[in-house]
């Protein structure tokens, strides 16, 4: 069963910097998708970036610019580089994997197509 275990998150004013990192048990073989998802209390779970086999990305438009999406195959790795964040940033991110796929453009607004879940790092941002 993979793992997957996300670290990096915490508390950051507004304008400031985090990194996020998933780390997975195995390695993944082509085709796949990971990707970045973040759920606030009383909203549905949104897809934030996604990275394909490919190195597709694709992006949220609300973290366009601000986020980059990257990953080190050698250390079966995946990031997450949030600059320029802002308070209605805040939310629990996880990070998820799916074998036999690679990214459209739905792929992130379909969170139940990615079988493997990590447990969530809290990002909040302060005004």
């Known amino acids: 069963q993979v793992q997957l275990v996300e670290s990096g998150g915490g508390s950051v004013q507004a304008g400031g910097s985090l990194r996020l990192s998933c780390a997975a048990s195995?390695?993944?073989?082509?085709?796949?998708?990971m990707g970045w998802f973040r759920q606030a209390p009383g909203k549905e779970r949104e897809g934030v970036a996604g990275?394909?086999?490919?190195?597709?990305?694709r992006y949220a438009d609300s973290v366009k610019g601000r986020f980059t999406i990257s990953k080190d195959n050698a250390k079966n790795t995946l990031y997450l580089q949030m600059n320029s964040l802002k308070p209605e940033d805040t939310a629990m991110y996880y990070c998820?994997?799916?074998?036999?796929?690679?990214?459209?453009?739905?792929?992130?607004?379909?969170?139940?197509?990615?079988?493997?879940w990590g447990q969530g790092t809290q990002v909040t941002v302060s005004s």
């Open positions: 195995e390695y993944f073989y082509s085709p796949y998708c």
């Open positions: 998820a994997a799916a074998h036999t796929c690679l990214l459209s453009s739905w792929t992130l607004s379909r969170p139940a197509d990615f079988a493997y």
């Open positions: 990275i394909d086999s490919r190195v597709t990305t």
